[in-house]
Antibody
């Protein structure tokens, strides 16, 4: 079964840091570009960051202003999101996803991990 | 940046109704437009990709059309399990992925 499982979410104080992980299984991890998407409570989906299959290309939403870093370790079938200088507005469910069978569309998603930034 | 305008933001309909949701982009994206369904507490589910291709396992009552800047998602006959929030998403470039604002489909 093709699967993505996120972890690493939790409660963090404003200004703090958190590292999210996304582990893939059931597919050749190193063959796929990957993205992080977040969803604030009661809000829509917001793209956060993308990484190419070999980590050659990294892209970020302008709103992040250099606070987040995406990376991956293909040997460990793992995707990461390092989040620094966290703000209340970063509170959200964070999802990872891949375009597995549907061209450039994202058809495999993790279950999400919850990040809460609060004092 | 490619701006996306999805409408309506909410919609009330009855089982059996035909429903159409539209998505307009600020510049041409060819057919790089995808549609997702999301239910509360769940991850998004891909319904339609490349504007009009039905994802495997998705019921045929869902269809997509359009190209360039104007796209539509149609549900031909609403079923109880279709009440959810729907998002369009452009995948013209992995460097800047954007989602529409979402359409909440509610039972009338």
């Amino acid at each position: 079964e093709v699967q993505l499982v996120e972890s690493g979410g939790g409660l963090v104080k404003p200004g703090g840091s958190l590292r999210l992980s996304c582990v893939g299984s059931g597919f050749t991890f190193s063959s796929y570009n990957m993205i992080w998407v977040r969803q604030a409570p009661g809000k829509g989906l917001e793209w956060v960051s993308s990484i190419s299959s070999s980590s050659s290309y990294l892209y970020y939403a302008d709103s992040l202003k250099g606070r987040f870093t995406i990376s991956r370790d293909n040997a460990k079938n793992s995707l990461y999101l390092q989040m620094n200088s966290l703000r209340a507005e970063d509170t959200a469910v964070y999802y990872c996803a891949i375009p597995y069978t549907a061209g450039e569309a994202f058809d495999i998603w993790g279950q999400g991990t919850v990040v809460t930034v609060s004092s | 940046d490619i701006q996306m305008t999805q409408s309506p933001s909410s919609l009330s309909a009855s089982v059996g109704d035909r429903v159409t949701i539209t998505c307009r982009t600020s510049q041409s994206i060819s057919n790089y437009l995808n549609w997702y369904q999301q239910k509360p507490g769940k991850a998004p589910k891909l319904l339609i990709y490349a504007a009009s291709t039905l994802q495997n396992g998705v019921p045929s009552r869902f269809s997509g059309s359009g190209s360039g800047t104007d796209f539509t998602l149609t549900i031909s006959s609403l079923q109880p399990e279709d009440f959810a929030t729907y998002y369009c998403q452009q995948s013209y470039s992995i460097s800047l992925i954007t989602f529409g604002q979402g359409t909440r489909l509610e039972i009338k």
